[in-house]
């Protein structure tokens, strides 16, 4: 996600249709090593904004398979200025670890010049302090495949080989139509082109409330990446994509059965202790001045529905399989009491 453009650093807006274009930086971290980086405890720094749904993916994926102690992570500032993200949420406004006082630094080291902008989730190595990878659509698959032997005991299969195919299905329709979709309703600049964005993602929620009404989970009976994906920006659509992006046919609050899918995620070990409303909300509407000129950050909406029963247990399925919930929150990465319902 990168400044002011909802995306992942390289989307465009404004007077041209709003679009967005794949990861410059699309090495991948493997147990092989193929692209020279292997996968090693310690040696990785994930950075990301709690802000972000597309690093947010990390943030959840990272906590359920307890691959805390093994890829550390950096927290930017969910206000950016002309540089992009930086580290003033740290000490003296330097990451501890990296020593550096804005990511773009990282890209820098890798390559100068590079197009695209500056984006999270970022993986940088230690090391050399020069970014790995940048591609949001692949970290979180690798983290759930190619770093098996960090996993924690008890992790779950995010990606298990026989649902591939259905997962990919899902989240293909659910990226187009719901994660990208909210941003190209958010930054049009016609009508035409946001009234077909914002049919479009409510024509899928809606097929997507269909299908999980009768199942507690998008694919299979336990936790997957689709539902990673989905819940991203299903916990963002009441505090800002129904005002801010103008995707507001109806709040998630107000259609039963999403409303207690992404509470009951919400409420599961992993996805809502990495969630922070307050840093949210602050991006969203101080850093798009392009929607929201003012930079007024709205008092709304009541957050505390979050934590009220769901009863979607009665649908059945296993969270987490034949594996067992992450353990607490690493001291110093919790979500502050402001960012919390």
Same mark, same amino acid.
């Given at each position: ?65 307890? +691959? %805390?102690?093994?890829?550390? =992570? ?7 200025? &002309?540089?992009?993200?930086?580290? $003033? *949420? ?121 299908? +999980? %009404?009768?199942?507690?989970? =998008? ?7 689709? &539902?990673?994906?989905?819940?991203? $920006? *299903? ?107």
């Amino acid at each position: 996600m990168g400044r002011d453009d909802g995306g992942v650093g390289n989307s465009a807006y404004g007077r041209k249709k709003f679009r967005r274009s794949k990861a410059h930086f699309a090495d991948r971290i493997t147990a092989d090593g193929r692209d020279s980086w292997p996968v090693e405890a310690g040696r990785y720094r994930l950075v990301v904004s709690r802000a972000c749904p597309w690093a947010s993916r990390a943030l959840v994926s990272r906590r359920l398979l307890g +691959l %805390e102690d093994a890829l550390s =992570l950096a927290v930017a500032d969910p206000v950016q200025d &002309d540089r992009s993200w930086r580290f $003033t *949420l740290d000490p003296d406004g330097r990451d501890p670890v990296l020593g550096i006082r804005y990511l773009s630094e990282a890209y820098d080291r890798r390559e100068t010049e590079h197009p695209g902008g500056v984006s999270v989730p970022a993986i940088v190595d230690v090391p050399s302090g020069q970014l790995v990878t940048n591609d949001y659509q692949q970290i979180t698959l690798d983290l759930a495949t190619e770093w098996t032997a960090l996993h924690r005991e008890g992790a779950p299969d995010l990606y298990p080989p026989a649902l591939r195919d259905e997962i990919d299905a899902v989240v293909e329709d659910v990226f187009q139509d719901v994660n990208n979709g909210v941003y190209r309703a958010g930054f049009a600049t016609d009508q035409e082109e946001y009234e077909a964005a914002c049919t479009a993602v409510f024509r899928r929620l809606e097929l997507l409330a269909e299908r +999980l %009404e009768r199942q507690r989970y =998008l694919v299979g009976d336990t936790i997957t990446e689709a &539902d990673i994906r989905l819940f991203t $920006t *299903l916990v963002r659509f009441d505090a800002v994509y129904h005002g801010h992006f103008k995707c507001n046919r109806w709040k998630l609050a107000e259609n039963r059965v999403l409303w207690g899918y992404a509470r009951d995620l919400y409420q599961t070990p992993g996805f809502g202790d990495t969630v922070d409303f307050d840093h949210i909300k602050r991006h969203y509407y101080q850093v798009h001045t392009g929607v929201n000129p003012s930079g007024i950050v709205p008092l709304g909406p009541d957050l505390s529905g979050w934590t009220t029963p769901h009863h979607r247990e009665e649908l059945g399925g296993r969270p987490f399989g034949d594996g067992t919930p992450p353990g607490p929150v690493p001291a110093g990465e919790e979500v502050p009491a402001r960012g919390r319902p």
